[in-house]
């Protein structure tokens, strides 16, 4: 069976005023056009829906009992299809999945959590661990917000920039590196440990490096962060990281952070999601969220030298 889901908007209308004639002028189409709804709505329903008393016309008993719930139906549908839906963050039930790189979510998750749940108290965030490998999980709508340090090369993903980080050294309190100023040659001849969830143990650093004649050895390549913040501070190996998104952690730790002696672009961070949320405003109102929580790491302690909002898009 093929509805026209039109005729309720006109049944709404033929309900609450009670005429042909008034329901045309609320819908703004000929008296003509309406009867012929009318009539059509008989059909469909089987029943009269409107009859003629004297001057006037009444519903039936069936019309009466099902008014109420035409009305609610039609309210119903403009909501959904309304392009200006009002957001009520206090009554907004949904989960929400964030998937972070680790280091940014040991950095803002809780911010995040606190500021999401201060203004949406029946949200509920998913800070899953990343992945082993890349998957469409943004594409399929299984990921709402993701972190990475380049822009999407799909069309569909959207990102907006957040900040850039430089990069900067953490070693153990009493490692070699710290006994005096640390020159480039000393930086490479130390050993290193890279961040790398594939666990690659090569990484931009190296390219620098050979670029300038250098080479490091690399002993080990750790899954996240906190384990790389954990092994430099029991041992003598050397690990390079963006500042501003582990700083809290290595100062929690006692590390003590050096400059690298190296000239390298900074690290930008990126937000990502997919254009099915363009519209969405509780997801809009999700991003602005975690982009002020973000950018709040590139104001303390200093007073950040990049521009921290950047939007690209399509």
């Known amino acids: ?15 609450e005023e009670g005429s042909v004639t008034g329901a045309a002028d609320r819908l703004h189409v000929t008296a003509p056009a309406m009867s012929r709804s009318l009539g059509r709505i008989r059909k469909a329903t ?16 069936r019309a009466s009992a099902m008014r109420a719930q035409v009305h609610a139906l039609v309210q119903q549908a403009h909501q959904l299809l309304s392009a200006q839906q009002e957001l009520d963050l206090a009554a907004l039930e949904r989960v929400f999945t964030v998937r972070w790189h680790d280091a940014l979510t ?3 998750g809780t911010a995040l959590i606190t500021a999401v749940h201060r203004q949406a108290p029946r949200i ?5 661990a990343e992945p082993g490998t890349d998957t469409p999980e943004l594409r399929r709508g299984e990921v709402d917000l993701a972190s990475s340090s380049s822009p999407p090369t ?5 990102h907006r920039l957040v900040g850039r980080d430089r990069l900067v050294v953490a070693v153990r309190p009493g490692n070699p590196l710290t006994e005096g100023p640390m020159s480039l040659e000393h930086y490479a001849a130390a050993e290193h440990l890279t961040v790398s969830r594939r666990g690659n143990l090569r990484d931009p650093i190296d390219d620098a490096l050979t670029t300038r004649g250098l080479e490091r050895r690399v002993v080990a390549a750790g899954p996240t962060t906190a384990f790389a913040l954990q092994l430099a501070l029991g041992t003598d190996l050397v690990v390079t990281l963006p500042d501003a ?17 190296l000239q390298l672009p900074d690290v930008p961070l990126y ?15 999700l991003r602005e969220t975690a982009a002020e929580t973000v950018q709040a790491l590139f104001v303390p302690p200093t007073a950040s030298p990049h521009p921290l909002t950047d939007w690209t898009g399509q």
């Open 46 to 61: 089987g029943d009269q829906i409107l009859v003629r008393t004297g001057r006037t016309m009444v519903p039936t008993t």
């Open 1 to 15: 069976m093929q509805l026209d889901l039109n005729l309720l908007t006109a049944l709404d209308a033929l309900l």
């Open 106 to 108: 040991t950095a803002c």
């Open 271 to 285: 937000l990502l999601w997919h254009q099915r949320y363009d519209d969405d405003r509780a997801h809009t109102w």
């Open 124 to 128: 509920q965030l998913r800070l899953p």
């Open 154 to 158: 799909l069309p569909d993903i959207r």
């Open 245 to 261: 998104v582990t700083r809290t952690a290595r100062e929690q730790l006692g590390l003590v952070t050096l400059p690298l002696p």
